[in-house]
């Protein structure tokens, strides 16, 4: 399985075109399965406001390269419009490419309750109607559960959250990943690692905040998150901090998704 880190510069779109081409090299049934050709969401994180949030130009880049490979519509959504408008994304309710959340009119959390080992939890009726989901997270430290990456990110999809932070969020993250909602749809995991935070996260905390430019992207999310958290270990390491073993804050949760059969720890990594 590979894991690919693809220098960004000017051009988001070419970026992530050039990581598209090389995942599904030799395969031209790929692009269609990975965006299907229905309903397309794309799971941000806005909750770090401007500074620190999944770039709307990402974002935006993505959901176009969807429709122009056989997508019908492209969602790019989190769970608030309030989060998303701070985060600079301008709500769009109507086109091929929309922008919305949870909160927006008419949607809201699907009344089915899905569960998982100890998860049970309403979904956003985006991630529940789509066809097919990527997460387009942010490289980010956590305070509980060491990193928050891509699978995490589908902790803006359930109206619960709260929940499942307990024990580093082990084994939480991947029983909410391995929900019937999620599970089914998830087709691509992409960290916007252009920026980030090493130390102090969630939040955004200008000190130990810094700009890797890149984004890393592939089809195994327990392999993407693996990579995302070695970064911040080797950011956190030329800052002089200690390691997440250190500060008691090891993400064991990448482990259990491993043990569940949701990705692998071992992969190649590709640079572009």
């Given at each position: 399985?590979?894991?690919?880190?693809?220098?960004?510069?000017?051009?988001?779109?070419?970026?992530?075109?050039?990581?598209?081409?090389?995942?599904?090299?030799?395969?031209k049934?790929?692009?269609?399965?990975?965006f299907?050709?229905?309903?397309l969401?794309i799971?941000?994180?806005?909750?770090g406001?401007?500074?620190?949030?999944?770039?709307?130009?990402?974002?935006?880049?993505?959901?176009?390269?969807?429709?122009?490979?056989?997508?019908?519509?492209?969602?790019?959504?989190?769970?608030?419009?309030?989060?998303?408008?701070?985060?600079?994304?301008?709500?769009?309710?109507?086109?091929?490419?929309?922008?919305?959340?949870?909160?927006?009119?008419?949607?809201?959390?699907?009344?089915?309750?899905?569960?998982?080992?100890?998860?049970?939890?309403?979904f956003?009726?985006?991630?529940?109607?789509?066809?097919?989901?990527?997460?387009?997270?942010?490289?980010?430290?956590?305070?509980?559960?060491?990193?928050?990456?891509s699978?995490?990110?589908?902790?803006?999809?359930?109206h619960?959250?709260?929940?499942?932070?307990?024990?580093?969020?082990?084994?939480?993250?991947?029983q909410?990943?391995?929900?019937?909602?999620?599970?089914?749809?998830?087709?691509?995991?992409?960290?916007?690692?252009?920026?980030?935070?090493?130390?102090?996260?969630?939040?955004?905390?200008?000190?130990?905040?810094a700009?890797?430019?890149?984004?890393?992207?592939?089809?195994?999310p327990?392999?993407?998150?693996?990579?995302?958290?070695?970064?911040?270990?080797?950011?956190?390491?030329?800052?002089?901090?200690?390691?997440?073993?250190?500060?008691?804050?090891?993400?064991?949760?990448l482990?259990?998704?491993?043990?569940?059969?949701?990705g692998k720890?071992?992969?190649?990594?590709?640079?572009l």
């Amino acid at each position: 399985m590979k894991v690919l880190v693809i220098r960004v510069g000017r051009d988001p779109e070419a970026a992530l075109m050039k990581g598209l081409r090389e995942l599904c090299r030799g395969d031209k049934g790929c692009l269609r399965t990975l965006f299907s050709s229905g309903s397309l969401a794309i799971k941000v994180n806005t909750l770090g406001g401007k500074p620190l949030s999944s770039s709307p130009e990402i974002a935006l880049s993505l959901g176009k390269l969807a429709l122009q490979n056989g997508a019908g519509e492209a969602i790019v959504w989190d769970r608030s419009e309030w989060e998303m408008k701070r985060a600079g994304y301008r709500i769009r309710r109507r086109g091929k490419i929309k922008v919305l959340a949870t909160d927006s009119p008419r949607m809201g959390y699907w009344d089915e309750l899905f569960s998982y080992g100890e998860v049970g939890s309403l979904f956003s009726k985006i991630q529940v109607f789509a066809d097919a989901s990527i997460s387009l997270a942010i490289l980010k430290d956590h305070d509980i559960a060491g990193v928050t990456l891509s699978m995490k990110n589908y902790y803006g999809a359930i109206h619960n959250p709260n929940k499942y932070h307990d024990d580093g969020c082990d084994p939480f993250i991947p029983q909410v990943f391995a929900t019937k909602p999620i599970s089914s749809l998830h087709t691509l995991s992409i960290i916007d690692a252009t920026r980030a935070q090493f130390h102090r996260g969630p939040s955004y905390h200008p000190r130990w905040f810094a700009k890797p430019g890149f984004i890393i992207m592939g089809q195994d999310p327990v392999a993407v998150d693996h990579f995302g958290w070695k970064l911040i270990e080797r950011l956190r390491s030329k800052a002089g901090l200690p390691s997440l073993k250190q500060e008691k804050r090891f993400p064991h949760w990448l482990a259990t998704a491993e043990k569940m059969g949701l990705g692998k720890t071992r992969y190649q990594v590709v640079e572009l």
